[in-house]
């Protein structure tokens, strides 16, 4: 099932930045004169731009963020046998967003650029609207945790503006839901009282939701890997794997240490880097000779052992 923003065909609308590019290239062809067309096909030209050279690329905003759903409308048209459902709901133009939705609906572009100042002055492409119009803004933040805070706070601020709106009635959309969850979970986890919020991820993957299994996919990769010492210790982080070891907070602290200290970077020994094609120096790896030797018992520094590695 494919939810279609545009009630019209668009599998073949051209994002504005390829046109632009192909724009540019075309002046240069005919600046410098090449014998060779730079279309195969001459005719495909003047479907890409107007009489005035204009691109003609239906809703810019559609044709910028919507390529991967216009693929697959392109995928779906070609298809002997398919249902197809036209459900779509007229939009009324009566803010921001709606006039936005609108002209994705019906695949227009009310874009005016490229103008003087004076016609645009007196563009009848203009569309009023009212001063308290919130249906869509744009924040500028300086990382994703600042991101969050200011999500939470606009949400506090919609919920008491609107007291029919609740929780249950949010949702909010991340390109990438699982880069975004620490900073999820640290400013609406920590918000109390009346800040809180009833909140949940979904769409995660499996292996970022519990640890324990992303420890059991590393351990797979293991050994088609280069045996990085901090993906190796990075396992211990897991609580599971370092209560089953008696390795505690502290103890990885000094094992850590200890590596580092130690000149392990990466590799078992001087066979896994040549199994990388890379010459074996005998050095910085799990196994080499060591001046120090080292040891953990009981999550604590204990007695002396040689630094090694052991999966």
């Not at 949702?171 to 918000?191: E, K, L, N, R």
């Amino acid at each position: 099932m494919f939810t279609n923003p545009c009630r019209y065909y668009w599998g073949d609308i051209k994002d504005p930045a390829f046109l632009a590019k192909l724009l540019s290239r075309q002046r240069r062809h005919h600046r410098e004169a090449r014998a060779l067309p730079l279309f195969r096909d001459t005719e495909q030209a003047p479907g890409l731009f107007n009489d005035a050279g204009e691109q003609d690329v239906g809703n810019p905003l559609l044709a910028s963020w919507g390529k991967l759903g216009r693929d697959y409308i392109y995928l779906l048209a070609g298809l002997e046998r398919y249902e197809e459902l036209d459900a779509f709901v007229d939009i009324a133009p009566d803010n921001l967003l709606h006039n936005l939705q609108s002209d994705i609906l019906e695949l227009r572009n009310a874009a005016v650029a490229g103008q003087s100042a004076e016609a645009f002055a007196h563009s009848r492409d203009k569309r009023p609207l009212a001063l308290d119009d919130r249906s869509l803004s744009i924040h500028v933040c300086h990382s994703p945790q600042r991101e969050v805070e200011v999500l939470h706070d606009r949400l506090l601020a919609m919920l008491e503006a609107d007291p029919t709106l609740t929780p249950r009635d949010i949702i909010v959309m991340v390109a990438d839901i699982d880069s975004y969850s620490p900073y999820i979970q640290a400013v609406f986890g920590a918000a109390s009282g009346d800040r809180w919020l009833p909140w949940a991820i979904s769409d995660r993957r499996a292996r970022e939701s519990h640890p324990v299994l992303q420890a059991f996919i590393t351990l797979l990769s293991l050994p088609d890997s280069r045996f990085a010492s901090e993906d190796v210790l990075a396992l211990l982080d897991v609580p599971v794997l370092a209560a089953r070891f008696n390795i505690t907070e502290e103890g990885l602290r000094y094992l850590r240490q200890w590596v580092n200290e130690s000149g392990v970077r990466w590799g078992m020994d001087d066979d896994n880097v040549r199994e990388l094609e890379l010459p074996a120096t005998g050095q910085h790896t799990a196994v080499r000779p060591h001046p120090h030797a080292v040891g953990l018992r009981d999550g604590q520094p204990r007695g002396r052992m040689a630094v090694g590695a052991a999966v």
